[in-house]
C-alpha cells in the first residue's frame, strides 16, 4: 500500500476500559456510517447511547468464555487488524474476516490498581490485559492501512483528521498514532514487570526497571546548555518528590531535585527525629536528637558555612516555632518534611523564594524519579 494514501474509515474496533471521551468518538463514527464492532463492558456502553453494535462473538461464532478472558482472540479477528489490502484479499474472502480499519483500545487499569494500599497479587493479576496489547501491537505493527487510537485525549485530534480529510485518515497521522501506541504496550509490560519485581524478597534485578512515565520538562540540566526531564514510576509517586505537595517557591530545577532527594532519602534512613543539610548533593551536616530543632541545631553547627544556600530535610511534621528558627537562622533554597502544620506555613511566607515541599509517604524506598539530560 502507498505510504501517501489515506484510509477512509470504514469499520471500528472499540475495546476500551477508560470510556472518557467515547461517546463523542462513536457518536461521530456513527453518524458517518461507520460499522462499529465492540464486546463486553464497552459494547453495553455504545449500545446505551442508542448506537449499533456488531458484537465480536457474532463475528466469529464464538462466545466469550472464562469471564471475559477470551474475547477477541480469534484468527476472524486478527485477520481483520494484520491483513494487508491488494496482497491478503483472497484469504479475507475465503474465511470471511471481515476487514478493520479503526481500532480504538486501552488497557486494564494495571498500575492504577497495584498503586492502591489494599492491592494484592490477585487483583494484579486479573488487571493484566492480554487482548487488548495483542490488538495494539497487530494494529499497529499495519499502519500502512490501520489506525490505532490508545488514548482518549487522541480522540479530539482522530476526529478533526476524520472531518477535514474525507473520513479518511492520512498515513502520517497513522504512523504517529502507532509510535504512540507502542509506546503504551511497552510502558505498560515495563509496569508489570517492575511491579512483580519490586515484591520480589530479593531487590536486586539483573535487568534495568523502567516503565517511567515522563512529568515534565526541566529548565535545563545540569549546566544551562543542557536540557533535562523528569521521569517516574507514577504508581510510586507518593513516595518520591515527582508527587511532592509544593507549598510555595519555583518549581523545582535539575540540581534542586538531586539535593533534594539525597536530603530527603537520608533523613529517611532514621527512625529518631532527625535534620539533614545538603549542598551540592553531599551531605555537610546530618544530626539526630529529642526533637527536629536541637536535631537541626547539630546539623547546621557541624558545617555553618556550606549550610549556607543548602537544602534542608526533616523526617517529623515542621511547626511554626521550627520554620522561624529556620529562616532567622539561614538562608535556604529547598525545605522537605513529612507535613507542616498552617502556622509553619505561614511563617515560610516571610520567605516566599524558599522552596516548601512535602512527601506525604515519608518512608525510605527503593524507587526514586530519574532525570534524563541531553
Not at 513516595?239 to 523545582?252: E, M
Not at 517529623?316 to 520554620?323: E, G, L, P, Q, S
Request: charged share 25%; with cysteine; hydrophobic share 35%.
Amino acid at each position: 500500500m502507498s505510504k501517501d494514501k489515506s484510509v477512509r474509515i470504514k469499520t471500528a474496533l472499540v475495546s476500551v476500559s477508560d470510556k472518557t471521551g467515547l461517546d463523542t468518538l462513536v457518536e461521530y463514527l456513527n453518524n458517518n456510517r461507520t460499522k462499529i464492532i465492540s464486546t463486553g463492558g464497552t459494547a453495553r456502553y455504545i449500545e446505551e447511547l442508542g448506537i449499533k453494535v456488531h458484537r465480536v462473538s457474532d463475528l466469529t461464532n464464538f462466545p466469550e468464555i472464562m469471564n471475559g478472558r477470551v474475547k477477541t482472540l480469534n484468527p476472524l479477528i486478527y485477520g481483520g487488524l494484520l491483513n494487508r489490502p491488494g496482497i491478503d484479499d483472497e484469504i479475507q474472502n475465503e474465511f470471511g474476516i471481515n476487514n478493520i480499519d479503526l481500532i480504538i483500545v486501552n488497557l486494564y487499569p494495571f498500575e492504577q490498581t497495584v498503586s492502591k494500599d489494599n492491592a494484592t497479587e490477585e487483583n494484579a493479576i486479573e488487571n493484566i490485559d492480554i487482548g487488548g496489547p495483542s490488538m495494539i501491537r497487530a494494529s499497529a505493527k499495519n499502519f500502512y492501512s490501520k489506525t490505532i487510537v490508545t488514548n482518549p485525549k487522541d480522540y479530539e485530534i482522530v476526529i478533526d483528521e476524520l472531518e477535514k480529510n474525507n473520513h479518511s485518515i492520512s498515513f502520517s497521522m497513522r504512523k504517529d498514532l502507532a509510535l504512540k501506541a507502542f509506546k503504551t504496550t511497552a510502558l505498560y509490560d515495563t509496569n508489570i514487570q517492575s511491579y512483580f519485581q519490586i515484591n520480589k524478597d530479593d531487590t536486586i534485578s539483573d535487568t534495568l526497571l523502567l516503565g517511567l512515565t515522563k512529568k515534565n520538562d526541566l529548565r535545563y540540566g545540569e549546566n544551562p546548555h543542557q536540557q533535562a526531564g523528569l521521569y517516574s514510576h507514577q504508581a510510586l509517586d507518593n513516595q518520591s518528590l515527582t508527587g511532592a505537595n509544593i507549598f510555595q517557591g519555583k518549581a523545582l530545577s535539575y540540581n534542586n531535585f538531586l539535593d533534594a532527594n539525597t536530603a530527603m532519602r537520608c533523613s529517611q534512613e532514621f527512625q529518631a527525629p532527625c535534620c539533614v543539610i545538603v549542598k551540592h548533593d553531599n551531605p555537610c551536616g546530618v544530626a539526630t536528637s529529642d526533637n527536629i530543632n536541637e536535631a537541626y541545631k547539630k546539623a547546621f553547627e557541624t558545617d555553618p558555612e556550606s549550610a549556607f544556600g543548602g537544602v534542608i530535610a526533616v523526617n517529623r511534621i515542621v511547626d511554626k516555632n521550627f520554620a522561624k528558627n529556620l529562616i532567622d537562622n539561614q538562608f535556604l533554597e529547598v525545605m522537605i518534611a513529612p507535613a507542616y502544620d498552617d502556622a509553619a506555613i505561614e511563617a515560610f511566607k516571610e520567605k516566599e523564594n524558599i522552596r516548601v515541599i512535602s512527601v506525604g509517604n515519608y518512608q525510605k524506598n527503593n524507587i526514586d524519579f530519574q532525570i534524563q539530560v541531553i
